[in-house]
């Protein structure tokens, strides 16, 4: 008898909430900014600016691999420096922030992120989320 309430608690509540129950956006403040790239076989890199001067940086291509650190802005550079034990084989990086003010794009401008100090070439990811408050 208890064996069949139980299925069926299961079945109801697999149905009645297929995402889980607890949403991970509750748990997430909101981000200061978020940009990402997606690139070829659906591969994508993104970069997500807390408020609080962290950042978290997500590649998902064949797996996903993510690393933290602390963040610092002055004038339109962005000073990334990773923490110790991140999977990033750097100490720090820059990104360069270009706001653009045109209301008909879906995005607000784009950050130009330099993998290295020394790279002549950076990833272009587009600003999809800011909140300056």
């Known amino acids: 008898m208890y064996s069949v309430f139980f299925i069926g608690a299961v079945l109801f509540f697999c149905y009645t909430y297929p ?8 748990l997430e403040s909101q981000p200061y900014l978020k940009a990402t790239r997606i690139g070829t076989a659906n591969c994508s890199f993104s ?40 999977e990033a084989e750097i100490n720090k990086t820059i990104g360069i922030l270009n706001f653009d003010n045109l209301s008909d794009k879906d995005y607000y401008g784009t950050l130009l992120f330099y993998e290295t100090l020394g790279d002549k070439k950076p990833v272009k990811l587009k600003i999809y989320e800011l909140n300056k408050d």
């Open 47 to 86: 970069i997500r600016l807390e408020h609080n001067q962290k950042f978290s940086e997500t590649t998902r291509c064949f797996g996903v691999k993510k690393n933290k650190g602390k963040y610092t802005i002055k004038n339109d550079t962005v000073y990334f420096n990773y923490y110790n034990n991140s």
């Open 19 to 26: 995402f889980g129950i607890i949403k991970s956006s509750i």
